[in-house]
């Protein structure tokens, strides 16, 4: 609730002591230099106040203060020699935003100068809540307030300073600046009441010295301000001319770097302002004199000398520069592949990436552009597709050119073995010679089927790699028992070896993957030959399907040599073969290929593969795939 305030004092007398005061102080010339108080017997005021009044009063407005303190007391000191109080104090509001949620400000009241007789409170530097005081009143109205007796204001009689200070009467006049706002207050208090009413006098002194105190106040503020407002200013001008300086080395040094660049930078602002590095000088041999991109577009359509990878003219609007400046970010893989003409007329291939430069509105108004002179890089590296890509080709027909005659040869001989096996039959006791000549050349033709049999495999091989070099290795995903699959490859790979010890252990329930059967067959398959081949024919061979958590796993174990570190981290490289092992069983050809090829499908099905070996203690290979969710 808004507290309602006593109307402040009016109808007072006409005051003449300012009227007085200034044709007293125009009619003497006061020494600067001479004390601000003279002299005087005079205790109390009596005859001959006026007088006394004037002279005291205009010597201390003559004098010039070194700061608003030395002011205050002054102040202080005439109105205590003519004013019959207890107490003078001078005051300021100062105002503090509040935490609270109404946001309303706390006004607190500062002691600032302060002449007692009789008492110590208040006290300079005390300070207490505005509108527990009498200030308050003075601080809504910026009208004076005159309290002759504060035991007939039930107002003032409750407000807590007047217990506090033990208030009878009281004067207060405003400290107000030359723009209306308000200081603080001039006061004088007594603790009994007093007929001030009948002595406008006083209220006018306590107004004129509020007059001049408040000019010294707004003057020593004004000064301080000037002063921190030239102190910034200096320190501002100190920081410019370091930011200017900071900022010529920073050019200096960024155009040291840019010309020190292997690669030619190009910076252009919206306006089309052109900066080169050497290097870019020297790529972009047909723009060394250009300023700006209007001169640098207007020599594109002089004459063509930018193309794409493909030999195609670039048109203006497709320009690298002129994309950036669109807004498009040239970085990654959108790089852009030009060729472009130097001075002696030949093509060089230029890799261009660039990026925009956005202003605080995130507007583009200017790009950078690097240039990368790739051309030999760039032939060899066509020159070596080209290669590969012929060589993909060489592996393809020539795995497809082999497996024909291959597979006709392999059929011939398995006709020819099972002729001779039903001749053996029939004729077992009639011709014994013959029948040995007969199994003679049945080895002879199981030697060739063996040998058909690895030329399959390596041809197969070469095609597979060919494929996955290519990217065209397919796979025919469906859902499989991979149980099942591993249990066929072991069942076949018993009878290939024949003598050799596979051991199988399968969990009871099915382990269903969604993969190729075929493929993931010939990933078993590989695992076994090469656990054949490098272990001894008497050692057993372990084959290990189980589940964990969302996968299944595979695991092959032999009683080989084991593998180093280093060949644990090669084997799935392909064409790399172990020079320190032997192989132990079978036959030695291989072309390095089985395992890179087995890594290669069991990632295309969401698998990872990997080994655990000790040196002399045999290896265990694995593979595992994600279980199948329907």
């Known amino acids: 609730m808004k507290r309602k305030f006593p109307k402040p004092a009016t109808n007072l007398a006409k005051p003449t002591l300012s009227q007085q005061l200034e044709r007293d102080s125009s009619s003497k010339q006061v020494d600067p230099s001479q004390e601000v108080f003279t002299q005087s017997s005079i205790e109390k005021p009596g005859k001959g106040e006026d007088i006394q009044i004037l002279h005291d009063v205009a010597q201390i407005t003559a004098q010039s203060f070194t700061s608003s303190e030395e002011a205050m007391d002054a102040t202080l000191e005439v109105l205590r020699r003519f004013l019959d109080c207890q107490t003078l104090f001078i005051s300021r509001v100062e105002i503090t935003p509040s935490n609270e949620i109404d946001g309303a400000n706390q006004h607190t009241l500062k002691i600032m100068g302060v002449r007692n007789q009789g008492t110590s409170q208040p006290a300079r530097g005390g300070e207490r809540a505005l509108d527990e005081t009498y200030c308050h009143t003075i601080w809504q109205t910026h009208q004076p307030l005159i309290v002759e007796d504060s035991t007939r204001s039930p107002f003032y009689q409750k407000l807590l300073t007047t217990k506090d200070y033990n208030i009878g009467s009281y004067i207060g006049v405003p400290l107000i600046y030359s723009d209306g706002r308000i200081y603080g207050t001039l006061c004088s208090q007594d603790s009994r009441p007093r007929p001030l009413m009948q002595q406008p006098e006083k209220l006018e002194l306590m107004q004129i010295m509020a007059r001049f105190l408040i000019s010294h106040i707004e003057r020593e503020e004004l000064t301080t301000q000037l002063r921190e407002a030239e102190c910034a200013q200096a320190e501002l001008a100190r920081k410019e001319r370091e930011a200017h300086m900071e900022a010529d080395r920073h050019l200096r040094e960024l155009n040291a770097i840019l010309d020190a660049m292997g690669d030619g930078m190009l910076v252009s602002n919206r306006d089309g302002q052109l900066r080169v590095n050497e290097v870019a000088r020297q790529i972009l041999s047909v723009i060394p004199d250009c300023k700006t ?338």
């Open 293 to 630: 991109l209007e001169e640098f577009l207007a020599r594109q359509q002089e004459r063509t000398v930018v193309w794409d990878e493909n030999t195609q003219p670039v048109l203006s609007e497709q320009l690298p520069i002129v994309r950036v400046l669109n807004g498009e970010h040239l970085v990654g893989e959108k790089m852009v592949m030009v060729q472009r003409e130097n001075a002696q007329g030949v093509k060089r291939f230029l890799s261009v990436s660039g990026m925009p430069i956005y202003d605080e509105q995130e507007h583009v108004n200017g790009c950078v552009l690097i240039f990368r002179d790739i051309h030999e890089r760039y032939l060899l590296q066509r020159q070596t597709q080209e290669l590969n890509t012929r060589f993909n080709e060489f592996l393809s027909i020539a795995s497809h050119e082999l497996k024909g005659p291959l597979t006709a040869f392999k059929g011939n001989i398995q006709l020819a073995q099972r002729a001779l096996r039903r001749l053996m039959s029939q004729h077992q006791q009639e011709h014994d010679t013959s029948i040995n000549l007969l199994e003679k050349i049945q080895r002879y033709l199981e030697r060739a089927e063996h040998q058909v049999r690895l030329q399959t495999r390596l041809t197969s091989d070469m095609l597979d790699v060919s494929r996955i070099r290519a990217g065209t290795l397919a796979l025919y995903m469906q859902r499989c028992d991979l149980k099942q699959v591993v249990k066929e490859i072991v069942e076949d790979q018993r009878q290939v070896a024949e003598g050799r010890r596979i051991d199988l252990e399968l969990p009871t329930a099915d382990i269903f993957v969604h993969g190729d059967a075929e493929r993931l067959g010939q990933v078993v398959n590989n695992y076994l030959t090469n656990a054949c081949k490098y272990s001894a024919s008497d050692k057993s061979i372990k084959v290990t399907v189980i589940t964990e958590g969302m996968e299944g796993r595979v695991i092959v174990s032999d009683q080989g040599p084991g593998l180093t570190l280093d060949e644990q981290t090669r084997v799935w490289e392909r064409f790399y073969r172990s020079k320190d092992i032997s192989i132990m069983s079978g036959n030695s050809i291989g072309l390095g290929l089985g395992l890179h090829i087995c890594k290669t499908i069991v990632e295309q099905h969401g698998g990872s593969v990997g080994l655990q070996s000790t040196v002399g203690q045999g290896s265990h290979f694995w593979f595992t795939l994600p279980l199948s969710k329907t």
